[in-house]
């Protein structure tokens, strides 16, 4: 899939006669052909996340969906009597999707019209098309995830984390607790590869370096015994945020080396980035060695870097950065690490070097 034409991220359907046959405000009774709820499912297991814009009654249309044993598989529901542009841009704006990723289906010309009109780069399919779509090399992604696989799942706790933390009144750090946090670093397991080469690809705010690490090189290097591929994952009471985060760390006797750091600008605001620094810098100090971090400065990851300095990297003429020296564009950061305390906004499992590398909580 090229660039202008990326993978579909979210579909929108509309309902009458389109997701079901007939028209619930005039028959009273719709059904869902087995072929569509087929569809549906199928999306679903592939990551693609589905909404609805119809023009109905909410409650009544809803709850066809939920006698249907269909509501489950739908996010931000915008059932009401506005134009479905709004609808598709208020679905997009909230799942922070760009609209070249959003697709949406509906039986009306005059309805996909409208949407096009106002919002050119959503691709519309008539409704006769919903059987073919898992045909369609836009709804077929080349790979399909541990995270895709329950990215609905993910995306509904997030939803339901906003809300709480919209109603909250105390500290943020109280909120924060409040979550029961709980962050894994770990080696990357074959299942996981794809996802961290993904993270390398698509986070930019968030990444040391920018640079790019094929599924062929990840895995390489993680069969490296002088390399660590670490990836990053989160849950909380309201369930999975699922991996968040890579590091690419080259270790010698005297230095660990990050090659890369990237994480998920979804987790900034728990202070994701400055907890993975502060246990590296502990699990540094407890090996009795250097940090060494590869920074490549673009126009969008600002925030990395504030991060790094933060943290106390700084530049350096330490003798352990000679086997390090910077590519073109890139600056090497130099910490010598001492104790950090855990954090107490969440509980972190990590590799011990005390212990062989075995994970443990970081306590």
Known sequence: ?????????CLIWDLDNT??????????????????RKVVVELDARGVLQAVSSRNDHDEAWARLEELGLAEYFVLPQIGWGPKSESVRR??????????????????PTERAEVAYHLPDV???????????????????????????????????????DREREQYRGADEEFLRSLDLEMRIA????????????LTLRT????????????????????????????VSMSDRFGPHGAVGVMLIEKTPQTWHIKLLATSCRVVSFGAGAVLLRWLTDAAARARVHLAADFRRTERN?????????????DADCTCLASFPPTQGTEV???????????????????????????????
């Not at 899939?1 to 991220?9: G, L, T």
């Open 187 to 198: 080696k990357a397991r074959d299942e996981e590869i794809t996802r961290v080469e993904e």
């Open 1 to 9: 899939m090229s660039e202008a034409q990326p993978v579909v991220k």
């Open 204 to 231: 930019s705010q968030m990444n040391a370096t920018g640079v790019h690490y094929s599924d062929a090189a990840l895995r390489a290097l993680a069969r490296d015994e002088d390399h660590d591929v670490l990836v």
């Open 333 to 363: 950061l130099h910490l010598e690490p001492v104790h950090q305390e855990p954090p107490t906004t969440m509980r972190v499992t990590a590799p011990d070097p005390r212990a062989g590398g075995r994970e443990a909580e970081w306590a």
């Open 123 to 161: 691709r519309c399919y008539p409704a006769e098309q919903a059987e073919a779509l898992l045909d369609l090399p836009e709804f077929s992604p080349p790979v399909v995830t541990v995270d895709a696989r329950r990215r609905r799942m993910m995306y509904r706790a997030g939803f339901e984390r």
């Open 19 to 36: 997701l079901w046959r007939g028209t619930l405000i005039e028959d009273g009774h719709v059904e869902v052909d087995e072929a569509v």
């Open 91 to 108: 679905i997009a704006e909230r799942l922070n999707f760009a609209t070249k990723t959003i697709a949406f289906i509906d039986d009306l």
């Open 302 to 314: 600002r925030m990395m870097e504030v991060a790094y300095r933060f943290a106390g990297f700084a």
